[in-house]
């Protein structure tokens, strides 16, 4: 048998490892090629299914919800169960439409498909849920503001009560001192008849001296030095009087405030509502009325040190605070109703 020669051996090496070379070239681009496919293919599935979430996003809603009105489309659909002030406030912070169409799209689904959602619902449920949180922040910086000022009050009275007992009672130790003193002097001289008319005399200056110090005392109850403090006036939005610093109410809180009750078939607003009960109990007259406008004033005056409020119109003011607070904070019970009804969904 014949040996090849040395040089035709290498040529055909050489010839077999570039074989296997572009063989393995041509596997390796083969996989390369169906990853590309595979990706394109996905990225077009994706695409298509944000244009179909996006078309059913912008297709019209044909139902409407009036604010304070019983007849809704999310009430027709009782999985919501949502009371009539809930309905309210959600229109007041404009989450009705988004409502109403994640009951649409509840109502429409399958029953058989599973706990699936759509990218549309949680799109929906994101937005109701942000402007649930919105709306309960503000609701909550108007009750913080109001315990404040109901704080302040209370240390006020406190302030005043302290300073104006610490005042009385050193001039009634002067009345003592004086009234009882010189009395007893005066009578005293008055046994001797050489001295009794000094007796008297003594005895008149000391009655006199004991006049003044009770007039003394009977103003230091309503001229007690008063720390200078700025109070908020929180019950400026009731009253018509104009915010100062610190007392903001956010916009969908005047909205609730501004806004009748449903379902009592009166249009008196809620604010109007509580301004009649405050009447009713004689803590203010008709804020229309001129004898009530410095009371309003007094109300809602952010000047601690004015000696015009007095104990009675500090009680008054805290206890109307209370009142407005209570009023503001059934909005949170209404947030926290839509909110369970979404978790229902």
Same mark, same amino acid.
């Given at each position: 048998?014949?040996?090849?020669?040395?040089?035709?051996?290498?040529? %055909?090496?050489?010839?077999?490892?570039?074989?296997?070379?572009?063989?393995?070239?041509?596997?390796?681009?083969?996989?390369?090629?169906? %990853?590309?496919?595979?990706?394109?293919?996905?990225?077009?599935?994706?695409?298509?299914?944000?244009?179909?979430?996006?078309?059913?996003?912008?297709?019209?809603?044909?139902?409407?919800?009036?604010?304070?009105?019983?007849?809704?489309?999310?009430?027709?659909?009782?999985?919501?169960?949502?009371?009539?002030?809930?309905?309210?406030?959600?229109?007041?912070?404009?989450?009705?439409?988004?409502?109403?169409?994640?009951?649409?799209?509840?109502?429409?689904?399958?029953?058989?498909?599973?706990?699936?959602?759509?990218?549309?619902?949680?799109?929906?449920?994101?937005?109701?849920?942000?402007?649930?949180?919105?709306?309960?922040?503000?609701?909550?910086?108007?009750?913080?503001?109001?315990?404040?000022?109901?704080? %302040?009050?209370?240390?006020?009275?406190?302030?005043?009560?302290?300073?104006?007992?610490?005042?009385?009672?050193?001039?009634?130790?002067?009345?003592?001192?004086?009234?009882?003193?010189?009395?007893?002097?005066?009578?005293?001289?008055?046994?001797?008849?050489?001295?009794?008319?000094?007796?008297?005399?003594?005895?008149?200056?000391?009655?006199?001296?004991?006049?003044?110090?009770?007039?003394?005392?009977?103003?230091?109850?309503?001229?007690?030095?008063?720390?200078?403090?700025?109070?908020?006036?929180?019950?400026?939005?009731?009253?018509?009087?104009?915010?100062?610093?610190?007392?903001?109410?956010?916009?969908?809180?005047?909205?609730?405030?501004?806004?009748?009750?449903?379902?009592?078939?009166?249009?008196?607003?809620?604010?109007?509502?509580?301004?009649?009960?405050?009447?009713?109990?004689?803590?203010?007259?008709?804020?229309?009325?001129?004898?009530?406008? %410095?009371?309003?004033?007094?109300?809602?005056?952010?000047?601690?040190?004015?000696?015009?409020?007095?104990?009675?119109?500090?009680?008054?003011?805290?206890?109307?605070?209370?009142?407005?607070?209570?009023?503001?904070?059934?909005?949170?019970?209404?947030?926290?109703?839509?909110?369970?009804?979404?978790?229902?969904?």
């Amino acid at each position: 048998m014949r040996s090849r020669p040395f040089g035709e051996t290498g040529a %055909q090496d050489r010839s077999d490892r570039e074989t296997k070379l572009v063989q393995e070239v041509n596997v390796a681009m083969r996989g390369k090629k169906c %990853q590309i496919l595979c990706a394109l293919a996905i990225s077009a599935r994706l695409l298509l299914l944000a244009a179909r979430c996006a078309a059913q996003e912008s297709a019209p809603l044909t139902t409407a919800i009036n604010l304070g009105s019983a007849d809704l489309h999310i009430q027709a659909d009782r999985s919501l169960e949502l009371s009539p002030n809930a309905l309210q406030v959600a229109r007041i912070i404009r989450v009705d439409s988004d409502l109403t169409r994640l009951s649409e799209l509840t109502t429409a689904k399958n029953p058989g498909s599973g706990p699936v959602t759509s990218l549309e619902e949680l799109a929906l449920r994101q937005r109701i849920t942000d402007a649930i949180v919105v709306a309960s922040l503000d609701v909550d910086s108007v009750l913080d503001e109001m315990d404040y000022e109901r704080e %302040q009050t209370v240390e006020l009275r406190s302030i005043i009560r302290a300073r104006r007992d610490r005042a009385i009672g050193t001039t009634n130790l002067a009345v003592l001192a004086a009234g009882t003193g010189l009395g007893a002097v005066g009578g005293i001289l008055s046994l001797s008849k050489t001295t009794s008319t000094m007796g008297n005399a003594i005895g008149f200056a000391s009655g006199g001296i004991s006049t003044l110090f009770s007039l003394r005392g009977y103003r230091q109850v309503h001229s007690v030095e008063r720390p200078a403090w700025v109070l908020p006036n929180m019950l400026a939005a009731f009253l018509s009087q104009p915010e100062e610093r610190h007392s903001h109410y956010p916009e969908d809180i005047l909205a609730y405030l501004n806004s009748a009750p449903p379902g009592k078939g009166s249009a008196v607003s809620r604010k109007e509502q509580v301004l009649a009960e405050w009447i009713a109990a004689g803590r203010m007259g008709p804020v229309d009325l001129p004898q009530s406008k %410095q009371r309003v004033a007094l109300l809602t005056g952010t000047n601690a040190a004015d000696k015009r409020l007095d104990m009675k119109l500090l009680n008054e003011r805290g206890a109307m605070l209370a009142d407005a607070r209570d009023e503001v904070a059934q909005m949170k019970h209404a947030l926290a109703d839509i909110l369970r009804g979404l978790r229902r969904q």
